[in-house]
């Protein structure tokens, strides 16, 4: 299984950012997708997830600043990111869910906000 995200980088703040990741490799079916944060000392956190059937679900901290979208056809996921702040500074993973193996992790892109 192989998750290729794409992306990330240096934006000042109020800039937007798109990150994009998609799976494959696998004969197994997606059942969802979603990206992830980490920030240096942090535990790696939520920020959106979105199911086959477009349910999603964000954080409290993105506070309708982020959207996720999908392309189940392609597994592929967008996370648009408005308004970033500094605090947002982190590594980002992009994550699939399938049925049977579980969730997958792509090797994360960074995204740095600056002041």
């Known amino acids: 299984v192989q998750l290729q995200a794409s992306g990330g980088g240096l934006v000042q703040a109020g800039g937007s950012l798109r990150l994009s990741c998609t799976a494959s490799g696998s004969r197994f079916s997606v059942v969802a997708m979603g990206w992830h944060r980490q920030a240096p000392g942090n535990q790696r956190e939520l920020v959106a997830r979105?199911?086959?059937?477009?349910?999603?679900n964000y954080a409290d901290f993105v506070e309708g600043r982020f959207t996720v979208s999908r392309d189940n056809a392609k597994n592929t996921v967008i996370l648009q990111m408005n308004s970033l702040k500094p605090e947002d500074t982190a590594v980002y993973y992009c994550?699939?869910?399938?049925?049977?193996?579980?969730?997958?992790w792509g090797q994360g892109t960074l995204v740095t906000v600056s002041s």
């Open positions: 994550a699939a869910t399938y049925r049977v193996i579980g969730t997958k």
């Open positions: 979105i199911d086959n059937g477009g349910s999603t």
